[in-house]
């Protein structure tokens, strides 16, 4: 999930999608969730769910996300998540008592019939599960969609990939691509409409921070691996880590502490990631049996996949004229 | 400076002619004319128009370069009927457009033009057939095939000596072939390429009926659509950039 509250630290400015160029290494958890929610919540169940009921809405997912990449002439790569590290556990536990809560209440709302609360709650009971991991990268496979398996954080592994100038942007929701050291982190990319361009280098310009403090005012703040300081917002982070250069000095002037303070600070500095990955970036879909894949083999309603197909094999297809200049 | 009269109906056949591909676009005011080049955001189709000075009542410019919302302008051009004259001014003072039509007076704001699409490169293209059609020929060929597909083939049979149109679509099928007979024009050479229908359907919009309609084509070949309007004194060409069928 990130911090949000990084935002009003974050430079942050929409762009046109035609000035996007290159390769963007996708959170691919972060990217398929933003999806499954949006087709779980819109979409009858019906349609992504097979004989056996099994649920692949993931599919549609995929295939609506995209086509954006393909006709801006983007190339993709999804970047999975590998195991959890260990203190993200517990907000993994956390997110799972909470959808546990989600299930009482859902359970709720269909005795008494309330469709709205139940499709909200459907979106948010949606978790993937070891179906949609493997479908997903089969389906990945077959439209040519290069896939890195990170060894932890499919973030901090995007971060990595383009500080090492493979990819030119971490794609993710999260605000913290830009602590794991993300130069340029692209958001909105599974929204209509142009997406935004997070920039470290100009954030740290911004606020006169190394990368070393931004990262200590945000644990400052609170991070996915530990709770802030209670009483700390963003403006109050910033201006402490100045005023007294790093965490530690921040936690001693006020008498504070943080459990586990060091080891966040160095999963963000020295994340587990890994040099050992390698992908060609023209792509080449194979749409038949892409389609075969999703509408036969797993029963998906073929209207909800066509037009995402489709504009894939337009994108694919169709050249630009500077091609000839 | 920049101070014009022209008849509705001349400007608003340039605005669209544009407008088909881009929402904004950087007006060149030379002294013989105005000139604008753009290219649509996924760079697949390519405006190049002149109108010479003597498509206006009174022209007069010295080299100006501004930008302008199409939309807008078209939008006030509307407010015109088709023979009304419409009287363009630059303010270059306030960087607005004064404009009056029969009375009534419009300043529009106009676009930094730097923060307008760079203008294309021309591709330099060695097309081998050309063909010169009336613009109805177009128009039907576009119309009919958009009924069965998204796109639609192009081509020259140079031993037979025809110029032909193709669509496939899932069940339907169309296809045309007009001869040196029915043409205006045809010089014969290798050309068969296949071009999205979406683009060249609002290309197909801006082309008068009656308007002689040059196509140059190739073998998976952009095409570039040539013609002319306001009485021979505008010019418009499109290049539109082929699809390839992937193997």
């Known amino acids: 999930m990130g911090n949000a509250a990084l935002r009003d630290i974050a430079v942050i400015e929409e762009i046109p999608f035609d000035d996007v160029e290159g390769v963007v290494a996708v959170d691919a958890h972060n990217w398929l969730y933003r999806y499954l929610t949006t087709t779980v919540k819109w979409t009858s169940s019906e349609k992504y769910t097979t004989a056996a009921d099994t649920e692949v809405a993931n599919l549609i997912g995929i295939v609506q996300g995209l086509p954006k990449f393909f006709e801006h002439d983007i190339t993709p790569v999804l970047v999975f998540d590998g195991g959890p590290s260990e203190l993200k556990a517990d907000e993994i536990e956390s997110r799972r008592e909470q959808r546990e809560t989600y299930e009482e209440q859902l359970a709720v709302a269909r005795e008494e019939g309330d469709e709205l609360a139940i499709a909200q709650l459907e979106s948010r009971t949606q978790r993937l599960t070891e179906t949609i991991q493997e479908t997903s990268r089969e389906l990945l496979r077959l439209l040519d969609v290069p896939i890195v398996e990170a060894p932890a954080e499919g973030e901090a592994q995007a971060a990595h990939m383009v500080r090492r100038g493979d990819a030119d942007y971490v794609g993710s929701e999260d605000y913290d691509a830009l602590l794991f050291g993300a130069p340029l982190t692209l958001r909105q990319l599974t929204s209509k409409g142009d997406p935004e361009l997070m920039d470290l280098e100009a954030t740290l310009a911004h606020h006169e921070l190394t990368l070393e403090q931004l990262i200590d005012a945000a644990i400052l703040i609170g991070t996915d691996f530990n709770d802030g300081v209670s009483g700390i917002g963003p403006k109050t982070a910033i201006t402490e880590i100045t005023e007294h250069g790093d965490l530690w000095s921040v936690l001693e002037a006020r008498g504070d502490s943080i459990e586990y303070g060091d080891r966040v600070r160095q999963l963000f500095r020295d994340p587990d990631v890994t040099d050992d990955y390698s992908f060609e970036t023209s792509l080449d879909p194979d749409l038949e049996a892409a389609r075969a894949y999703v509408t036969d083999q797993w029963g998906v309603d073929a209207d909800e996949v066509e037009r995402g197909f489709e504009r894939i094999e337009e994108s694919v297809t169709q050249t630009g004229l500077d091609r000839w200049t | ?247």
């Open chain 2, 1 to 247: 400076m920049f101070k014009a009269i022209v008849s509705a109906e001349t400007l608003t056949s340039a605005l669209d002619s544009v407008s088909v591909l881009v929402d904004e676009c950087k007006i060149h005011l030379e002294e013989d004319g105005l000139e604008i080049r753009a290219v649509d955001p996924a760079n697949v189709g390519m405006v190049d128009l002149s109108l010479d000075a003597a498509a206006f009542e009174s022209y007069e410019a010295d080299g100006g370069l501004i930008g302008v919302d199409l939309s807008r302008l078209e939008d006030i051009a509307g407010m015109a009927d088709s023979g009304q004259l419409i009287q363009l001014e630059l303010d270059e003072e306030t960087r607005k457009l004064h404009i009056q039509i029969d009375g009534l007076e419009y300043t529009l704001a106009l676009i930094d033009p730097d923060s307008i699409r760079q203008e294309p490169d021309i591709p330099d293209l060695d097309l081998p057939a050309e063909v010169v059609l009336e613009g109805s020929d177009v128009n039907r060929s576009v119309t009919a095939a958009d009924m069965v597909s998204d796109h639609i083939a192009l081509g020259v049979d140079d031993a037979a000596e025809y110029f032909y149109v193709d669509a496939e679509g899932d069940t339907d099928d169309v296809h045309l072939e007009l001869t040196q007979e029915d043409l205006i024009d045809l010089q014969v050479g290798p050309a068969h390429s296949l071009f999205s229908l979406d683009y060249l359907k609002d290309m197909n919009k801006a082309i008068p009926a009656d308007a002689e309609v040059t196509l140059a084509l190739g073998e998976e070949f952009p095409v570039k659509i040539y013609f002319g309007f306001a009485e021979g004194q505008g010019q418009v060409t499109y290049m539109l950039a082929p699809r390839i069928q992937s193997d």
